[in-house]
């Protein structure tokens, strides 16, 4: 695999950015939707944001592998073995996330499987209560990992 372009570098960066502004805005509206227990509606939608908020950090996890391992995993298990990687430092690139991180990205991860899977109707309040709380705490992490990240890249491409 060649070594990324500092046109391919730039351009990633510049992903993550937009990326991370729109989950940003997600988390706000995670937030801004107060306790989901009672009513339905507002469970259907703390559900969809937080399988909405997964599916973004993964965009950003699979930009970054594109860019610095040469693809994604492939398979039925592709979606875990990406966020695992992700702790992991490779020749081309230091670790995405941090361990702590990763492990409370799985439940998120677990939680987006779910909810592609069953009826909204199907879901129960309180665990997509709890969920929404854990996804509020955890974004600064992923936020500081994915920042952290950013600032690696854009050290680099100045080189």
């Known amino acids: 695999m060649a070594p990324?372009?500092?046109q391919q570098l730039?351009?990633?960066?510049?992903?993550?950015?937009v990326e991370l502004g729109?989950?940003?805005?997600?988390?706000?509206g995670l937030d801004s939707l107060g306790p989901v227990l009672g009513d339905p509606l507002r469970v259907d939608a703390a559900a969809l944001r937080l399988q909405s908020l997964y599916?973004?950090?993964e965009r950003c996890l699979?930009?970054?592998s594109r860019v610095l391992n040469g693809g994604t995993p492939d398979g039925a298990e592709w979606h875990r073995r990406l966020l695992e990687r992700m702790g992991q430092t490779t020749d081309q690139r230091p670790a995405v996330l941090a361990a702590d991180t990763i492990e409370s990205l799985q439940e998120l991860l677990r939680f987006r499987h779910l909810v592609r899977h069953l009826y909204?109707?199907?879901l129960q309040p309180e665990p997509v209560e709890r969920l929404r709380l854990t996804a509020k705490a955890l974004w600064p992490l992923v936020q500081a990992d994915l920042e952290g990240f950013r600032g690696w890249l854009m050290a680099i491409r100045l080189d």
Not at 10 to 17: I, K, P, R, Y
Not at 22 to 28: A, G
Request: no cysteine.
């Open 4 to 6: 990324p372009t500092p």
């Open 10 to 17: 730039n351009d990633l960066a510049l992903d993550l950015q």
């Open 22 to 28: 729109k989950l940003d805005r997600l988390i706000e």
């Open 55 to 57: 599916t973004g950090i």
């Open 62 to 64: 699979v930009q970054i």
């Open 120 to 122: 909204a109707y199907e």
